[in-house]
């Protein structure tokens, strides 16, 4: 697909505000940082890792206790075992997986959006994707599998 693999060099490409003509981009300042974007495969160890390590990070930062994080990483392997997500932004999925124990264990005060803040992803987001580990998983409150 054209969009994967680039514009292949023999063809056109439309010129942007700022770019030179005849095709030649515009000089980069050396100084402006360019993002970076990684893309994380379905299935991959990279996409769990970085899941994991976000959700370490994160509850601890919440104060939830190691036995709460424990769950989390359970339930994050649990519903990817069963559900083979897509992963692009593991920050999501992560999002999700704090949100939902934060609701199984009774967090009070924490929302959908408060948990999207904190790993910069959108509340939207979160909600598709903690609805999806939700269903899922058959989650419940106070769910005895989760639950601390």
Do not use: N
């Amino acid at each position: 697909d054209w969009i994967e693999r680039g514009a292949p060099a023999d063809e056109p490409s439309q010129t942007l505000p700022g770019a030179k003509r005849g095709g030649q981009p515009a000089p980069r300042d050396p100084s402006a940082k360019r993002p970076t974007f990684e893309r994380v495969e379905r299935g991959s160890r990279t996409a769990d890792a970085i899941v994991e390590v976000l959700l370490e990070r994160h509850m601890q930062d919440d104060g939830f206790s190691a036995t709460q994080r424990e769950r989390a990483r359970a339930m994050w392997a649990d519903y990817r075992d069963e559900r083979e997500p897509r992963v692009k932004k593991p920050e999501i999925c992560a999002a999700a997986v704090h949100y939902a124990i934060a609701i199984i264990t009774g967090v009070g005060g924490a929302t959908q959006a408060s948990i999207a803040r904190r790993y910069g992803v959108a509340p939207k987001s979160v909600s598709t994707r903690y609805g999806d580990i939700r269903q899922t998983l058959a989650l419940t409150p106070d769910d005895p599998r989760y639950g601390a």
